[in-house]
């Protein structure tokens, strides 16, 4: 029995015991919906366009945040490892700030920039820059020095040392940093979102708690837990394989 097969079992198993479980259950239906109900309710917000516009907006949050954190971070590992006052001045504060959850920055966020999608934007970029940073300077710093001087016999330096040596070398490190700092994203896209700032899977969330829809809230988990394991395992776990044996790593 392969992976997938014993997964699409293992979920139809856990799938009968919810909707058998919700028959015999004592809960009311508003506590405790069937897995029918769940996906009549999910069915119906996609055929509305209330769930795809909500996940269209929160995907394009997460796309635009994360985007930033990416380029930022390999700025700030870049400087971090090329320089050792900036290794030792603020790559000191990064490896201090990564240890604050990205929503608790909210708070500030809101104070900042208003209960608006800037705040949601920055908590975004905030959870995953810190991550990238680090992974980049673990990249840059792991780069073989054989590598390093043999190009530089050659005659390479600046810009295209970096462009030729440093950064390939560096990418499965900034692959699995890619990865994480994603979760990282998602997960403070949707605490965010939860407040009700603009409009997303979040506030969708948060409408179905407000309203007692147990059925959209549990839709609304589903959505969310669908998008982050298609991110996570068919598009950067595949690249983080194929990057790890094309460089040899694995």
Avoid at 44 to 59: D, E, M, P, R, V
Avoid at 76 to 102: C, H, K, M, N
Avoid at 221 to 231: K, N
Wanted: charge should be positive.
């Amino acid at each position: 029995m392969n992976t997938t097969l014993r997964r699409i079992l293992f979920i139809m198993t856990l799938a009968v015991i919810w909707e058998a479980t919700s028959k015999f259950s004592s809960l009311p239906d508003f506590m405790f919906p069937s897995l029918t109900q769940v996906l009549r309710t999910l069915f119906t917000g996609i055929t509305n366009g209330q769930i795809t516009a909500a996940i269209l907006h929160s995907i394009g949050r997460l796309l635009l945040g994360f985007s930033i954190a990416v380029v930022l971070g390999l700025l700030l590992g870049y400087f971090i490892w090329r320089f050792q006052f900036v290794e030792d001045t603020l790559g000191f504060i990064i490896t201090a700030l990564q240890s604050i959850p990205s929503i608790v920055w909210l708070p500030l966020a809101i104070i900042w920039f208003g209960l608006n999608n800037m705040a949601i934007l920055f908590i975004v970029t905030i959870g995953a820059t810190w991550t990238m940073t680090i992974s980049a300077i673990s990249g840059f710093k792991n780069v073989p020095q054989l590598y390093q001087r043999v190009a530089k016999t050659f005659g390479s330096t600046g810009f295209h040392f970096l462009r030729t040596v440093i950064f390939p070398a560096s990418i499965p490190h900034i692959i699995s940093g890619l990865r994480i700092a994603w979760a990282f994203s998602w997960r403070a896209l949707m605490a965010g979102e939860l407040l009700g700032a603009g409009t997303g899977l979040g506030q969708l969330l948060e409408a179905g708690r407000a309203l007692g829809q147990m059925d959209l809230v549990i839709s609304v988990m589903i959505i969310i837990a669908v998008i982050g394991t298609i991110m996570d395992n068919i598009i950067f776990l595949r690249l983080e394989k194929r990057v790890q044996m094309k460089w040899g790593v694995s």
